[in-house]
């Protein structure tokens, strides 16, 4: 069984930066793929970024230059770093994991820019 628990979300004025934070826990082979997705209202839920066990990172066009994913594989865990935020960048942040052909998601983690 895999857990993700995401942390960070809230509320940020334009221009501010935020951290996401998720821990993944359970049974997790050391070759996988680590993201964040957001789903905004009445829209469809849309990779942020990824990044790979090896360091490889994928960013969202939107976000490239503004947000920066990490991770540290000792603890499996998985930062995003988002700064210069926008109102568009409201959504629910969610966590996932792919292992293989399988996909895990968090909660997920409300973010809201707004003056």
């Known amino acids: 069984q895999v857990q993700l628990v995401e942390s960070g979300g809230g509320l940020v004025q334009p221009g501010g930066s935020l951290g996401l934070s998720c821990a993944a826990s359970?049974?997790?082979?050391?070759?996988?793929?680590m993201g964040w997705y957001r789903q905004a209202p009445g829209k469809e839920r849309e990779l942020v970024a990824s990044?790979?066990?090896?360091?490889?990172?994928n960013y969202a066009d939107s976000v490239k230059g503004r947000f920066t994913i990490s991770r540290d594989n000792a603890k499996n865990t998985v930062y995003l770093q988002m700064n210069s935020l926008k109102p568009e960048d409201t959504a629910v942040y969610y966590c996932?994991?792919?292992?293989?052909?399988?996909?895990?998601w968090g909660k997920g983690t409300l973010v809201t820019v707004s003056s």
């Open positions: 359970g049974s997790i082979f050391s070759i996988n793929t």
């Open positions: 996932n994991l792919k292992i293989l052909r399988s996909y895990y």
């Open positions: 990044i790979t066990s090896n360091g490889n990172t």
